[in-house]
């Protein structure tokens, strides 16, 4: 079964306390896999698309890493303006059919 | 917010009534998606839309209607709201098929079922 899970599930850091979430999947027919941020009473906001092993991307604090089985979402020196909760979400091909699949999401709070 | 507007945003309504949400879109961007996220869960798939009047099913489509009549508007019905049915609904467009290009989201509509 096409599976996403993401960890840990809360994360507390002080800021300037550099950490990782993880986003691990078991999907067949990878196509793609997709960082959003999402702050309290908001929809989510798309942040980095990864679509093969090795790839990277950055975007100030944030940059994300995928491998064959997971993805890695690194904040360097988090602020608290950082504090969101982060989801990820991999598009598997399965039975012919392109599908979405989210993760619970991995809360992040950053405290000064 | 991508120009995504969603409504109400907050409601709530009893067991047994219809209740009917509505996403409108400013991007003219060809597709269309509703999403339900609950704890613990990541967002699932209700309904999406690839053009108007074409509408098709997601995982938890069971409860629930769509229509699309127009590029900008999409509207998700719940025929007879249930408890199960709490949750908070996101809107969200994109400029091609799930998983070819990012999603932008509306910011929800919280839905109370009592």
């Known amino acids: 079964e096409d599976q996403v899970t993401q960890s840990p599930e809360a994360l507390r850091l002080q800021e300037g306390e550099s950490s990782s979430l993880n986003c691990s999947y078991t999907?067949?027919?990878?196509?793609?896999l997709f960082w959003y941020r999402q702050d309290p009473g908001k929809g989510p906001e798309f942040l980095f698309t990864?679509?093969?092993a090795g790839e990277e991307k950055e975007k100030e604090r944030l940059k994300a890493t995928l491998t064959k089985k997971e993805s890695f979402l690194h904040i360097t020196a988090p602020k608290p303006e950082d504090s969101a909760t982060y989801l990820c979400a991999v598009q598997a091909l399965t039975g012919g059919y392109n599908k979405l699949i989210f993760g619970a999401g991995t809360r992040l709070a950053v405290h000064p | 917010d991508a120009g995504i507007t969603q409504s109400p945003r907050h409601k709530v309504t009893e067991t047994g009534t219809p209740v009917t949400l509505r996403c409108h879109q400013t991007e003219n961007h060809r597709y269309m998606y509703w999403y339900r996220q609950d704890p613990g869960h990541g967002l699932r798939l209700i309904h999406y839309?690839?053009?108007?009047?074409?509408?098709d099913k997601g995982e938890v489509s069971d409860g629930y209607s769509v229509s699309r009549s127009k590029t900008e508007d999409f509207l998700l019905t719940l025929e007879s709201a249930t408890s199960s049915q709490t949750s908070v609904y996101f809107c969200a467009i994109s400029t091609d098929r799930v998983g070819n290009s990012p999603l932008h989201f509306g910011n929800g509509t919280r839905l109370t079922v009592t």
């Open positions: 999907v067949s027919g990878l196509r793609g």
């Open positions: 839309s690839y053009g108007v009047k074409d509408t």
């Open positions: 990864l679509y093969s």
